[in-house]
């Protein structure tokens, strides 16, 4: 079993990990196929195509409904339209996962430093985390357009050390998807993959993360037993 000892700070990803958040991705991305009088998208496909920030949500969600390669100028021309839409749904939909609120709020207790890397852009990341009484657990809040390089770069975790202050031996990472675990190992640092969320209908084991949870609950059970 992986040794958590020496672990002071962790970073958990969003979507999929914190919040299901695609019920409104899905809404959002259907309005916007809508207003182009293109056909509509299943949940479940939805489901398939996040993980990659938004721009990369709504190349996949044009390539399908268009049936082609997409152009990169309506790719420009419909981000604006997507991220209105998502601005009005964003927490309409989408919900905690069971045992978020309470592990969060017992890791801060115990003394851990908590931040989100995630690669939703930004400007919708703080209000959902507050939508969800989530904001006030975390240090530093980064979104996939808060850095020059989104995760799996290590980029964003990197980032995390140098304003901790700590090695890498000190951050544990917690997501699920494998962009999640691929940015540790790039960084050096432990990741527990969940298996709950949304990677690409892959199992999250597949990208053999130190451990593999299937409740949130269960990585209390790792860093809080002491
Ligand atoms: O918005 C996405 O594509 C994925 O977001 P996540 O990194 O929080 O899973
Ligand atoms: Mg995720």
Not at 91 to 117: D, F, I, M, W
Not at 136 to 156: E, I, Q, R, T, Y
Request: hydrophobic share 40%; glycine share 6%; aromatic share 8%.
């Amino acid at each position: 079993m992986t040794n958590f000892d020496q672990i002071r700070a962790i970073a958990f990803d969003l979507d999929g990990t914190l919040v299901d958040s695609v019920p409104d991705l899905a809404a959002a991305t259907n309005a916007t196929l809508l207003e182009l009088d293109l056909p509509q998208a299943s949940e479940e496909q939805v489901r398939g195509w996040v993980g990659n920030g938004a721009k990369m949500l709504m190349r996949r969600a044009l390539s399908f409904a268009l049936a082609n390669e997409v152009d990169e100028t309506l790719l420009i021309d419909t981000m604006p339209k997507f991220m209105h839409h998502y601005g009005l749904f964003l927490e309409k939909h989408s919900c905690l996962y069971p045992n978020v609120l309470s592990t969060l709020t017992a890791l801060k207790q115990a003394g851990y430093r908590l931040a989100v890397v995630t690669n939703k852009p930004y400007r919708f990341t703080i209000p959902l985390l507050e939508a969800f009484g989530l904001s006030d657990l975390f240090d530093h809040v980064l979104g996939g357009d808060s850095l020059a390089k989104m995760k799996p770069d290590p980029l964003p975790l990197n980032h995390l050390l140098q304003q901790w202050q700590i090695e890498p031996q000190q951050l544990l990472m917690i997501g699920d998807s494998k962009n999640d675990i691929l940015a540790a190992k790039s960084a050096n640092v432990t990741v527990i993959g969940l298996t709950y969320g949304y990677n690409y209908g892959e199992h999250i084991s597949l990208s053999e993360p130190n451990e593999v949870c299937d409740n949130f609950d269960q990585i209390g059970q790792f860093l809080l037993s002491k």
